[in-house]
């Protein structure tokens, strides 16, 4: 029930193109989903976070959708760029408590020009 | 300042070494953590330390040793580690426990030999 499943395990998309990636928790507690963007051989940095009280929420050309009856949120990249190129981990936590971030298994993403 | 900044960003070192990561943040936060990540594979969780105690320790083994020596360092002390052990440390640090937005350092990649 502490999973987060995380797909595609790896995405290849052309410049200019829409990356989507898609995450599923069983823990209805979860009330904090992140998306941290990881760049080899480098840590893992914030990209953009969710609360379940809002549906969907921008930053950019980053988009996190949110579903909270299906518990499911995804990330859209538009008009994906070269240097967007790195994997991805979504996550989630519960907020305020002594839980840990739970992450997926990660997607590779890789934007070809 | 969002910047959480590791030392070293490399270190190799033997089975019989002893040797130390260290960890540092001035954005005022209160919960510091360190991770350990394989390659292509999520962070790892292994400790947290909220107001300078440790708060989570995720039964990791006792040839890991963390320390917090004020509310801005943390510092995590290696003796006698194996192979096995070779991966990138991550720190990161949040405004409170409870990872809401929580900040990665670039880690530290370790090399048992």
Redesign the interface.
Known sequence: QQQVKQSPQSLIVQKGGISIINCAYENTAFD?F?W?QQFP??????LI?IRPDVSEKKEGRFTISFNKSAKQFSLHIMDSQPGDSATY?CAA?????????V????T?LTVNP | DTE?T?TPKHLVMGMTNKKSLKCEQHMGHRAMYWYKQKA????E?MF?YSYEKL??N?SVPSRFSPECPNSSLLNLHLHALQPEDSA?Y?C?SSR????????????T?LTVV
């Open positions: 904090y992140p941290y051989g480098k840590g893992p940095a914030l976070a981990f936590s519960t907020e305020g408590g002594s839980e840990k971030l992450f997926g298994k990660g590779k | 959480v590791q292509k594979k999520p962070p969780l947290v708060s989570i995720e990138l991550l990161a409170r426990m409870g990872p809401t937005e929580a900040f990665f350092g670039q880690g990649r």
